[in-house]
């Protein structure tokens, strides 16, 4: 499994960007019916949760600073999970990682893409 998150760039303040996480192994396996999670993790700060989405896509989680703004979504068919990011502010300024949850708990992570967003 090579889970690869891509999408990011620089984005003005209000803007928006769509992550996506795929298996760059080629699997069409790895991802489907996992529940898949997106992280970001800004210079100096910890890593923080940021959504959530099951295998079905039945039941979607958020952190509260990102409710409202950002929605995760999946293509099972495509193996890929998305989180569309809208209205975009400064403080979303982070590497973004993608994961997958088993009863390992967190198993494996992409190798995180940028997002920079400017006042």
């Known amino acids: 499994v090579q889970l690869q998150a891509s999408g990011g760039g620089l984005v003005q303040a209000g803007g928006s960007l769509e992550l996506s996480c795929t298996d760059a192994?080629?699997?069409?396996?790895?991802?489907?019916?996992?529940?898949m999670a997106w992280f970001r993790q800004a210079p100096g700060k910890e890593r923080e949760f940021v959504a959530s989405?099951?295998?079905?896509?039945?039941?979607?989680n958020y952190a509260d600073s990102v409710r409202g703004r950002f929605t995760a979504s999946r293509d099972n068919g495509m193996n890929t999970v998305y989180l569309q990011m809208n209205s975009l502010k400064p403080e979303d300024t982070a590497t973004y990682y993608c994961a997958r949850l088993s009863s390992a708990g967190y198993d494996f992570w992409g190798q995180g893409t940028q997002v920079t967003v400017s006042s």
């Open positions: 192994s080629g699997s069409r396996r790895s991802v489907n019916y996992y529940t």
């Open positions: 989405i099951t295998g079905m896509g039945s039941d979607v």
